[in-house]
């Protein structure tokens, strides 16, 4: 995976890099991995939208990826890397198919794991956001575990 940074600090610089790294050896096998880019944007602090993701090529499923980070810039580690977490499940779901979107339908139909859904459809239902945020603590426990950090990133939840 091809992963660049722009702005942040140099701890969550390292630390994003390598939680994405982390992610794609847990969900990606090598050849998808290899084929997949990841930029992530630092941001100015903005209370609607912490954080989001998109792709920006037109192969489906898509390949390139855009997170943009708007996070207060005091925010802590383990909630830094849970955003960066977050918006990693989203990459999976879109990079490996479970999640597309039916262009057929204007747009306003996605399908998520072979069963249709409205993109637009109530957040806290929308079967993506629950396994991104079912998945980030866990995620970021793991990662903290297998870069030595397991009790000090685990006792700050
Ligand atoms: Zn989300």
Sequence with gaps: MRISIKGGTEEQKLHAKQFCKF??????KDELSKLI??????????????????WTD???PPKKFHIQLFLPEEISLVNYLRTIAHEMVHIKQFAKGELRQLPSTNNEICKWHGAR????????????????????????????????MGTSLQSLF
């Design 37 to 54: 880019s990841v930029k992530i944007d630092h941001n100015p602090y903005n209370d609607n939208d912490l954080a989001d993701c998109v």
């Design 117 to 148: 859904y409205e993109w637009e459809m109530h957040y806290w239902d929308r079967p993506w956001e629950i396994e991104a945020h079912g998945r980030e603590k866990g995620l970021v426990i793991d990662y903290g575990k297998a870069h030595n």
């Design 23 to 28: 992610f794609a050896k847990k969900f990606f």
């Design 58 to 60: 037109e192969e489906t």
